[in-house]
């Protein structure tokens, strides 16, 4: 043996030790992400929401599932102008609450008994809105205002679950 042929395998080897230890860490990260995702599978599986057998959910009688729904009451159709833009606009408004089945009756009650302020109320907030807040895509800062006032009106604020606009039109005033 020459002294350069013993030199070659002691060369290969460090390569071959270094590819063998970056195989063991991909096998060590591989190995823990497994445990991991078998660790958090596990951990969901046992803290989700145990299955109803179908007998105790046709147990249920149609109060409880009733009470348990929320139901869409008319609120208000009414026009303001808003000359916030420099010209008037008059704006048209229907909207809709959403409540508990169970408080129903009694903000229909409220609703009904209210109608005039609801509406003198849903007009201030019509005509102080900004142009933008009329044409957001949600209309969230309009609802949101609704609800409040329509809170304050009915003495609870947490009554409504929800204002629905189900129409919203604005067209230039003459005036």
């Known amino acids: 043996m020459s002294p350069d042929d013993a030199k070659e395998p002691i060369a290969d ?3 071959a030790t270094s590819g063998r230890k970056k195989l063991l860490t991909i096998g060590i990260v ?4 497994i445990v991991e995702a078998v660790g958090i599978f596990l951990a969901v599986r046992m803290t989700g929401e145990p299955p109803v057998a179908e007998g105790a959910e046709a147990a249920k009688s149609s109060e409880d599932i009733l009470a348990q729904m929320d139901v869409e ?3 208000v159709d009414c026009d303001a102008i808003n000359r916030k833009s420099g010209q008037g606009i008059v704006v048209h408004l229907s909207s809709s609450v959403r409540v508990a ?3 129903q009756e009694r903000i229909t009650k409220l609703i009904e008994k209210r109608q005039s302020t609801i509406k003198d ?3 201030m907030v019509l005509r102080s809105a900004d142009p933008q807040h009329l044409n957001e895509p949600t209309l969230d800062t309009l609802k949101r205002q609704i609800q409040s006032e329509v809170g304050q009106v009915l003495e609870d604020d947490e009554v409504i679950l929800e204002v629905l606009i189900t129409q919203i039109l604005q067209s230039r005033s003459r005036l």
């Open 101 to 103: 089945a169970s408080d």
């Open 121 to 123: 109320r849903v007009q």
């Open 73 to 75: 009451l008319p609120l």
């Open 30 to 33: 591989a190995g823990i992400m």
């Open 13 to 15: 080897a460090p390569a």
